[in-house]
């Protein structure tokens, strides 16, 4: 890999960290009450897999393990080897069975203001048993591959459950994704059903999902029933087609509702398939994680129960992810149900009907534990705190932070404005391919630093890294490894083990460390600052997109020859996709709509989420002698800095051409 220097921009921010010296130590009760303690640390170093074996009886399972990890075939990992559990009998059988069955496991909040459901352990349990029944009506068998296309609402949770009651590993397209992300994605892991609604809910209008799923089958022939919920009771019907095709859709009331509520799960082996999850590499095509079943559900839940502080009796949790990420799969259906949490689960946008919206929820139901993203943070902090400061959030004891690094600013303003100056902040760092979070303060052991990540949870062993891999000294900057195996790592990039050992285990084979793609400093007391992807991969507003996806969306429209797409700091997104584009020839100068169609074919392509910023039309690109775009040149003009070193480039007058055309360049 070369062109790995982080953009500058990040050396900025470093410089604003290092000059960070505030700290927040532990409440006391907190300290004192702490599910992990400080001695934590060293008892599973000293004996790790003893460590993981503890962490694993947090389970039931049906068929004790008789080896911890498996690492003789290394990258390719096996935990917890001969053991046989079901993950969604973990999930929500077992509460009911331990009395817990009246226990609120979900309170949903729709969008629409009033329309909640509160839906207990027992209840859980009958609808994931029916839609387990329903799923196994429509075909679906151990191993087959289930699509899950579906708004924030109760059915996600119970869809996911019963894939894994049975055996199905699930892949949750999130909803923003257009018909093309979908079906390539169906393709890929070749899931027969897909589970939808008629639509959900999106700042106050009904925002359809079935017709995406009805374009999607027109670009791949994976698909052979449609299961879909009505959420909204909208029209189903497009372009006089009337959107039903009796052939294939099933909706979820009869399927389901007039299915049995009695399904006995059935145990599968701890590296059965549980689910896959599709996330940006640097390359276009995007890859499919995959997870297991026995180490993943193990660090999910041990994670959950650590880095919350959970106490399932009192705490009432809610993580604002949507269904569709990662942080959804560990933080809203795994790990917390393994726990038996209560938590909060929200349909709609923070701020409809009113910018309080969230505020109010965590006042109205006594939410304890609040997980949620730096990008919504600061948008919080632009509207100011007289807006949070009308709610009573006394109720809040923990807040976290996920997705990309949390600025000294945020994370002081949520600490102060959300959680009254009480209530730690931890800032979690972790990926899709870790399945859980692993490097994070503990709320009862750390104090705080602002925007550091501080350091590895027990169990798990990171390190920040030079060229040659050897650890940097403190007060430095390299790439971040993780240096062993862990419970939830992922397994292999679906139906690609060369992509897998060659992403993540090739660049320090020599030590065989795990390489995150992402770049870190380690301070004066050796504490982790995550600084962001050395790679071509973006962060926007917390979701990793690829520039080579947005760059192939953009190539694939008739106009362009070429293009490059950069990742540029943006004060709201955290990044935020700035686009050079070549037209061809035969397309002049693209007419005066070009900006906006190619803008949309993105959105078409990929979803709104990729939509660039920006997007410059430039007669050139800046190559190197063998090629290769010089995106930190590119970075330079999408951030308007100063263009830095252009001795590599085959022909230095190309970035004048750029930077003056940045001076006219259109915003969409
Ligand atoms: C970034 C989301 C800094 C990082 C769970 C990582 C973070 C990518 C943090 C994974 C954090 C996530 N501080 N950066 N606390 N958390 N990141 O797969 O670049 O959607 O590699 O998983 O987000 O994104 P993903």
């Not at 590993?169 to 909803?175: D, E, K, R």
């Not at 997007?615 to 995106?631: A, D, F, H, N, Q």
Request: with cysteine; glycine share 10%.
């Amino acid at each position: 890999m070369s062109d790995q220097t982080a953009p500058s921009s990040t050396d900025q921010t470093l410089a604003n960290l290092l000059k960070e010296d505030r700290r927040f130590e532990p409440p006391a009760e907190l300290a004192a009450a702490a599910n992990v303690k400080a001695d934590a640390y060293d008892a599973a170093r000293a004996d790790r897999e003893g460590f993981w074996a503890e962490q694993a009886e947090r389970l039931t399972w049906d068929t004790r393990w008789d080896r911890v990890l498996d690492w003789d075939n290394a990258p390719f990992a096996k935990w917890y080897v001969g053991g046989r559990l079901n993950a969604a009998y973990n999930c929500v059988d077992r509460h009911v069975e331990a009395g817990r069955g009246d226990k609120v496991a979900i309170h949903w909040v729709g969008e629409p203001e009033g329309d909640t459901r509160d839906i207990t352990y027992a209840q859980l349990k009958d609808e994931v048993s029916q839609a387990a029944n329903a799923l196994t009506a429509l075909g679906v068998g151990a191993g087959d591959r289930v699509a899950i296309y579906l708004p924030m609402i109760p059915e996600a949770i119970v869809t996911m459950l019963a894939c894994a009651r049975i055996g199905a590993p699930h892949t949750v397209v999130f909803g923003g994704f257009s018909a093309d992300a979908l079906a390539s994605r169906i393709d890929d892991c070749q899931a027969k059903v897909v589970v939808t609604a008629d639509g959900g809910y999106r700042r106050g209008t009904a925002s359809a999902l079935k017709p995406a799923v009805d374009e999607a089958r027109t670009k791949t022939d994976k698909i052979e029933k449609v299961l879909v919920v009505r959420r909204t009771g909208q029209d189903l019907s497009v372009d006089g087609e009337d959107g039903w095709d009796d052939a294939v859709d099933v909706w979820w009331h009869d399927a389901v509702g007039g299915a049995s509520t009695e399904h006995t799960p059935e145990a599968f082996d701890a590296e059965h398939p549980l689910y896959v999850m599709y996330t940006s590499g640097t390359t276009g095509k995007p890859k499919g994680i995959l997870h297991t079943t026995g180490g993943y559900l193990t660090g999910a839940a041990y994670t959950h129960n650590a880095v919350f502080d959970l106490k399932p009796d009192t705490d009432v949790y809610w993580c604002t992810a949507d269904i569709g990420w990662v942080t959804g799969h560990s933080y809203i259906v795994y790990g917390p149900l393994a726990n038996g949490v209560t938590q909060v689960l929200y349909e709609g946008t923070p701020d409809a009907p009113e910018p309080g919206r969230w505020w109010k929820i965590i006042q109205d139901y006594q939410v304890t534990l609040f997980y949620t993203a730096p990008t919504a943070i600061r948008s919080f902090m632009k509207q100011g705190h007289e807006i949070p400061d009308r709610f009573d959030m006394s109720s809040l004891r923990i807040l976290g932070s996920v997705g990309e690094p949390i600025n000294p600013e945020a994370y002081v303003w949520y600490r102060h404005v959300i959680g009254g100056d009480r209530t730690p902040v931890v800032d979690t760092w972790w990926q899709t391919e870790t399945g859980a979070v692993m490097i994070s303060p503990l709320p009862g052991v750390t104090a705080g630093k602002p925007g550091s990540a501080m350091t590895a949870i027990p169990g798990i062993e990171a390190d920040v890294v030079d060229d040659e891999g050897n650890p940097v000294p403190n007060g430095s900057g390299g790439y971040l490894v993780v240096t062993s195996p862990w419970p939830s790592m992922l397994r292999t990039i679906w139906g690609d083990d060369d992509r897998y050992v060659d992403t993540y285990w090739s660049r320090f084979k020599k030590q065989g460390y795990y390489f995150a793609g992402d770049g870190a400093k380690k301070d004066d007391d050796g504490d982790i600052w995550v600084l962001g992807r050395v790679d071509d991969v973006m962060n926007v507003s917390g979701h990793r997109l690829s520039t080579t996806e947005i760059e192939s969306a953009l190539v694939s429209h008739p106009k362009v020859a070429e293009s490059a797409v950069v990742g540029a700091s943006d004060p709201n997104t955290g990044q935020a996709v700035v686009a050079y584009v070549i037209l061809r020839n035969e397309a002049g100068d693209g007419g005066p709509d070009i900006v906006k169609e190619l803008s949309d074919h993105v959105r078409k392509e990929i979803g709104p989420i990729a939509k660039p910023r920006q997007i410059m039309i430039v007669p050139e690109l800046p190559k190197t002698r063998s090629g290769k775009i010089m995106r930190r040149l590119l970075r330079d003009v999408a951030e308007g800095r100063a263009v830095g070193d252009t001795q590599t480039l085959a022909d230095a007058s190309i970035m004048d051409l750029i930077s003056a055309g940045q001076a006219t360049s259109t915003e969409d």
